[in-house]
């Protein structure tokens, strides 16, 4: 909750200052305000379809398997635009005009990925990659008793979340608390925001508690 509030922050007065500027955002600040945008419901209508879409993918591949789904959608693009190519070819010879092909602007774009494009990204996949390996290692090899046993308690917990939901169903439901999650939150931030911190301190305490009585759990730097 506290990073999208963050996110929301940093992002308005980095959206405003490129305003100013005059010139594009880099397009990582720019897909970061469309996501922004798109969570925080700033256009209705955008986010609708957006949400709308992807909720009615993830029940379709409930439903069906991810090759029946990808050949739904493929087959139905492909209705639409060959229709669309037919009726503007009718119409063009009814009319006797040469407006041309009806997508030469999309076929005339440039869709190629740049290279430079692909090192960034692809270097911020590998340094996250080595970065989860590293934090793997260290918990699994029990560099810090503390932090292996709170991940030995989230797995014991997810054992029970997937014997309840399969993996779609949670990336459902993933879905549809990103999409609801911020909004409630900018709207009840001082109620949550109370609450969280209760809630956090209790933890705080009973955690605290069993460092002391249970011998070779307090931390290193303490």
Request: glycine residues 6%.
């Amino acid at each position: 909750m506290e990073n999208n509030s963050v996110d929301k922050q940093e992002s308005e007065p980095a959206a405003q200052h490129w305003r100013e500027q005059g010139t594009p955002p880099p397009f990582c600040l720019c897909l970061q305000l469309q996501v922004v945008d798109l969570l925080y419901w700033r256009d209705v209508k955008t986010t609708s379809v957006v949400f709308g879409a992807a909720l009615l993918l993830l029940l379709s591949l409930m439903v069906c398997s991810i090759v029946s789904v990808s050949s739904y959608i493929g087959l139905a693009l492909l209705s639409v635009t060959i229709c669309f190519r037919i009726y503007k070819g009718i119409l063009q010879a009814i009319q006797k005009s040469d407006e041309g092909h009806p997508f030469k602007q999309y076929l005339d774009q440039e869709v190629a990925l740049s290279e430079d494009m692909v090192h960034k990204y692809s270097d911020m996949v590998l340094a996250k990659l080595n970065k989860t390996i590293g934090e793997l290692r260290r918990l699994f090899l029990v560099e810090d008793l503390v932090d292996s046993i709170k991940f030995a308690v989230l797995m014991w917990i997810l054992t029970y979340v997937g014997a309840l939901f399969n993996g779609l169903t949670l990336l459902i439901l993933g879905l549809i608390g990103a999409f609801s999650c911020p909004i409630v939150y900018e709207k009840h931030q001082a109620q949550i925001d109370h609450y969280l911190a209760l809630v956090n301190n209790q933890v705080k305490d009973v955690v605290g508690k069993i460092q002391a009585k249970v011998p070779g759990m307090k931390r290193k730097a303490e």
